[in-house]
T-cell receptor, first 115, second 115 residues
Framework: DQQVKQNSPSLSVQEGRISILNCDYT??????FLWYKKYPAEGPTFLIS?????DKNEDGRFTVFLNKSAKHLSLHIVPSQPGDSAVYFC??????????????FGKGMKLTVNP | NAGVMQNPRHLVRRRGQEARLRCSPM?????VYWYRQLPEEGLKFMVY????????ESGMPKERFSAEFPKEGPSILRIQQVVRGDSAAYFC?????????????FGPGTRLTVL
C-alpha cells in the first residue's frame, strides 16, 4: 500500500518559471520528509528536507512546504533551469520500534524544464 | 570524493546463479541501508544495518536474500539462485552514527540483469 504518493508522473515547465512538485502521505507518524533528485543511471541525490515541526524550509532556489493537517508537501523550484530536468522523489522517514530509520519513497515525478 | 561507493555498477547473471553486490559507505558513516528499484517504481526499503548488526530486515524477501556489514570491509547484499524478477537497480545508502539517520546519502546503484 502506497504510503507516499506522487500522483503526477510528469511535469513540463519553461525555463525561468516555477516548478511545483506535489507529494501526499498517509502515515501521520512520519516526522521527517525529504526530496531527492535522480538522473538516469545514477543514484538519488539529496536535495532538501523538512522536519514535521516546521512548515517551510528554503535552500536557494528550492523551497519545501509541509501541510501536516492535509498530509501534503510540495517542492518549489524557482527559477527553473534546464539542468533541473530529472526524476524527483518524495520520501518520508519511518522510525520504527527497533530504531530503524528507513525511508519510504513515492514513485517519482519526471520534471522537464524546457529552454 | 568520499561518497557512497557501489560495485559492480552493472551485473549480469543467469537464472540460478548468485549475485553479490557491494557497498562502501561514506567515510565516517556506520549506518547502511539497501533499497531496490523496479522499473517505473520508487525505491523500496530492504534492510538496514550497522556494523556487524542487522537492525531492520523487514523489506527483505524471506528466501534467497541476505545482507551483512562486517567489522571490516564493505556491506554485501547477496542474492542466491537469482530469478528474472530479481532484475532491478539496487541502491545502497549510508548515514552518520550520530543520529543523522534521517538524511541518507545514496550510491550510484548496481543494475542487476538476470537472463
Amino acid at each position: 500500500d502506497q504510503q507516499v504518493k506522487q500522483n503526477s508522473p510528469s511535469l513540463s515547465v519553461q525555463e525561468g518559471r516555477i516548478s511545483i512538485l506535489n507529494c501526499d502521505y498517509t502515515n501521520s507518524m512520519f516526522d521527517y520528509f525529504l526530496w531527492y533528485k535522480k538522473y538516469p543511471a545514477e543514484g538519488p541525490t539529496f536535495l532538501i528536507s523538512i522536519s514535521s515541526i516546521k512548515d517551510k524550509n528554503e535552500d536557494g532556489r528550492f523551497t519545501v512546504f509541509l501541510n501536516k493537517s492535509a498530509k501534503h508537501l510540495s517542492l518549489h523550484i524557482v527559477p527553473s533551469q534546464p539542468g533541473d530536468s530529472a526524476v524527483y522523489f518524495c520520501a518520508a522517514s519511518d522510525i520504527t520500534q527497533g530504531g530503524s530509520e528507513k525511508l519510504v519513497f513515492g514513485k517519482g515525478m519526471k520534471l522537464t524544464v524546457n529552454p | 570524493n568520499a561518497g557512497v561507493m557501489q560495485n559492480p555498477r552493472h551485473l549480469v547473471r543467469r537464472r540460478g546463479q548468485e549475485a553479490r553486490l557491494r557497498c562502501s559507505p561514506m567515510k565516517g558513516h556506520s549506518h547502511v541501508y539497501w533499497y531496490r528499484q523496479l522499473p517505473e517504481e520508487g525505491l523500496k526499503f530492504m534492510v538496514y544495518l550497522q556494523k556487524e548488526n542487522i537492525i531492520d530486515e523487514s523489506g527483505m524477501p524471506k528466501e534467497r536474500f541476505s545482507a551483512e556489514f562486517p567489522k571490516e570491509g564493505p556491506s554485501i547484499l547477496r542474492i542466491q539462485q537469482v530469478v528474472r524478477g530479481d532484475s532491478a537497480a539496487y541502491f545502497c545508502a549510508s548515514s552518520p552514527p550520530d543520529g543523522g539517520g534521517d538524511t541518507q546519502y545514496f550510491g550510484p546503484g548496481t543494475r542487476l540483469t538476470v537472463l
